[in-house]
């Protein structure tokens, strides 16, 4: 089955404790990207990739790091997590100018 | 000026009865035009995209752009109350996908 998969789907964690949101799609897909969503903000991007190796900054990249060394591997990495990242996030893939396929979510809380 | 706007709605439209939502978008140079639908803690599900002027139909579904207006619509006749969701516009150019922050429906019995 054509999937986006998230893990973990919840997490609850504390601050400064470095975290890992693991990401993979097994469709070939070149693009990649990592949204978080928070009430009334919307879908705000945080990081997106091409293709393997390339990876760019969205619109809300500060505390966040991603990375791209397999296709279908596209990791988010939370550093030192703050209450502030507290929110749904959401992987992401397609083919390059075609519509995203979105993994199931994970919400994260920072206390 | 939010680059893609949506009333937040709630929109409340009685069962069978046509929902209409709209988003109006800021880049002129956008190029194509994605309706998602999200339940509640869900992640979004493509309903629509639609790349030319007009009216594009997908069963109850109708996606209608105007890029003179820079204004999106999307249609859904026959309302069921399993359409009660949040339907978020999305707009892109060739290198970046703009959400905006969705119109919730509620459809009543």
């Known amino acids: 089955e054509a999937q986006v998969t998230q893990n973990p789907r919840y997490l609850i964690t504390v601050t400064g404790k470095k975290l890992t949101v693991t990401c993979s799609q097994n469709m070939n897909h070149e693009y990649m990207s990592w949204y978080r969503q928070d009430p009334g903000l919307g879908l705000r991007q945080i990081y997106y990739s091409m293709n393997v190796e390339v990876t760019d900054k969205g619109d809300v990249p500060e505390g966040y790091k991603v990375s791209r060394k397999e296709k279908r591997n596209f990791p988010l990495i939370l550093e030192s997590p703050s209450p502030n990242q507290t929110s749904l996030y959401f992987c992401?893939?397609?083919?390059?100018?075609?519509?995203?396929?979105f993994g199931n979510g994970t919400r994260l809380t920072v206390t | 000026q939010k680059e893609v706007e949506q009333n937040s709605g709630p929109l409340s439209v009685p069962e069978g009865a046509i929902a209409s939502l709209n988003c109006t978008y800021s880049d002129r140079g956008s190029q194509s035009f994605f309706w998602y639908r999200q339940y509640s803690g869900k992640s979004p599900e493509l309903i629509m995209f639609i790349y030319s002027n007009g009216d594009k139909e997908d069963g109850r579904f109708t996606a209608q752009l105007n890029k003179a207006s820079q204004y999106v619509s999307l249609l859904i006749r026959d309302s069921q109350p399993s359409d009660s969701a949040t339907y978020l516009c999305?707009?892109?150019?060739?290198?970046?996908?703009?959400f905006g922050t969705g119109t919730r429906l509620q459809v009543f019995p």
């Open positions: 992401a893939s397609s083919l390059l100018g075609s519509p995203l396929h």
């Open positions: 999305a707009v892109s150019n060739t290198d970046k996908l703009i």
